[in-house]
């Protein structure tokens, strides 16, 4: 049975195995800095193995597999300091990268006790950082600046502190409408990696214009501005990070070691036996203007794909409904599925009204008509007889008046809804043998079935899936 378990961000040295490092609330303006508690916590679901925690985290679950292909060890190689100073050294960064015990210790939290940790963040970097490098980019900024959401939260965007921060940079609710991000019961920008990227990265050149020092101007982001000036005045006007040190609160002065060692442990992993995992997040996607209140779930059935994607590639939206009618808001989704969205909108729009009606007792997945995409040279009699329904029954599932149907459209159909082509094949046991790239979820769409009848038909526990494993596939 899973069960919460509450992480006090300085206690990182002896929590359990597998909890992020550090989640922190951050970008508060002055006054909300000017008091800090140390109990700064994160909620992260953990399940019955707590050694296991992050491989077996439902946020993993779903978007990573292992590649099995890649080499790695459970040993890690501890190294002389000089070493450390020399590869510290040799990182292209603009900001300094300095070495001494502080530092070794979160290198050594990185590169001994968070090592699956370490595994996943670099396989989500993939998605997560050019989002990054481009906000950076736009305001100039050092892109070494990329690794803060790596000690803010783990590179999840739904990660919330005890004290209400949320999204990859972790943001207040305050700051966060200081910097034109849109938070409500619907929407909470801070989610977005596009938005909260932009948004917190003109935050930290603000930052940078006060102090001129990129340390001050981190270590402001982590307690705010009011608590960096005090920690100067009562250094004797001492400057830069290490200078004001024993004067910053306490979980700030572990905030730029932190980052200086995701810096290391990010470009050398290779070199303590770090193999990243595969995550799966389609690399290549696009947006579409939304100006209709959809829910992401309707899309979900409609195109047939993981409902958990969707909500990946689109976190701010909070109970998966896009409130398009209000404003026009931005849907991203997997280039692939694009054209497959704009092709069918009629189709989504009108299985609306009867999905909100149905959505508290039955799910998508669940319900008993599919969707059948209109092709040259059919009509409602044949497709009729194709599912073995009638007219009258396929025109009072669309709510149709006459006849009239148009090729590229899409139509409910009682039962899976799995088109002609596929229905022929119907009852047929396959197999598929997994090749690099995959993911559980392509497969399920190129045998066009669900993740969940894949996961039932294999006894799979997880999405994790390896190169070269022989899947069954489910008869339809």
């Not at 961000?9 to 008091?35: C, H, K, P, W």
């Not at 993993?60 to 000089?82: A, G, H, R, V, W």
């Not at 409130?323 to 694009?338: A, C, D, E, F, S």
């Not at 959505?359 to 998508?364: A, C, G, I, R, S």
Request: glycine fraction near 6%; aromatic fraction near 10%.
């Amino acid at each position: 049975m899973k069960k919460y378990i509450f992480i006090t961000l300085y206690t990182i040295f002896t929590a359990i195995q597998g909890i992020s490092a550090q989640v922190i609330d951050s970008l508060m303006v002055t006054n909300e800095r000017d008091t800090i508690s140390d109990n700064n916590m994160i909620i992260i679901e953990s399940l019955e193995n707590e050694n296991d925690t992050i491989l077996r985290n439902w946020y993993l679950q779903k978007f990573t597999n292992i590649d099995s292909t890649c080499i790695t060890s459970s040993e890690n190689i501890d190294y002389p300091d000089s070493i450390y100073i020399e590869r510290l050294s040799k990182l292209p960064t603009l900001i300094d990268m300095p070495y001494n015990q502080i530092v070794k210790k979160y290198i050594s939290l990185y590169a001994e006790n968070r090592r699956k940790l370490v595994e996943s963040l670099l396989g989500f970097s993939n998605y997560y950082f050019p989002i990054f490098e481009e906000a950076l980019e736009k305001e100039g900024l050092p892109l070494e600046l990329k690794y803060m959401p790596v000690i803010e939260s783990a590179l999840r965007p739904n990660a919330v502190s005890r004290m209400g921060a949320a999204g990859l940079w972790q943001i207040m609710p305050k700051t966060a409408r200081s910097l034109g991000l849109e938070v409500n019961s619907l929407v909470d920008e801070r989610r977005s990696p596009l938005v909260s990227s932009d948004a917190a990265v003109k935050y930290l050149k603000e930052l940078y214009n006060i102090y001129n020092d990129w340390t001050l101007a981190i270590a402001a982001y982590n307690c705010g501005p009011g608590n960096v000036n005090k920690a100067i005045i009562r250094s004797g006007g001492k400057k830069g990070f290490w200078g004001i040190y024993h004067h910053l609160p306490s979980e700030t002065r572990g905030y730029v070691p932190a980052f200086i060692a995701a810096n290391y442990i990010m470009n050398y992993y290779e070199e303590h036996n770090i193999c990243p995992v595969a995550a799966e997040i389609p690399l290549a996607t696009d947006t579409i203007l939304i100006n209709s209140r959809i829910n992401l779930q309707q899309v979900a059935a409609v195109l047939n794909t993981p409902i958990e994607m969707l909500r990946e590639l689109n976190p701010q939206y909070r109970n998966d409904i896009i409130p398009g009618n209000i404003k026009p808001y931005h849907l991203r989704l997997p280039v692939h599925l694009t054209y497959a969205f704009l092709n069918s909108q009629d189709s989504i729009l009108n299985y609306r009204q009867e999905f909100f009606a149905r959505q508290n007792t039955v799910e998508p997945a669940k319900l008993e008509y599919g969707y059948h995409k209109i092709r040259n040279g059919e009509s409602l009699s044949t497709i009729a007889r194709k599912y073995h329904t009638t007219v009258s029954k396929l025109k009072e599932l669309n709510g149709m008046k006459n006849s009239n149907i148009r090729a590229g459209k899409s139509i409910k159909v009682p039962g899976s809804g799995m088109s002609y082509s596929d229905a022929k094949s119907s009852g047929t046991t396959k197999s598929h043998k997994v090749k690099s790239g995959e993911t559980l979820g392509s497969i399920a769409m190129r045998y066009g079935t669900t993740t969940n009848a894949l996961k039932r038909a294999n006894n799979l526990n997880s999405s994790l899936i390896r190169v070269g494993q022989v899947l069954k596939i489910p008869a339809k």
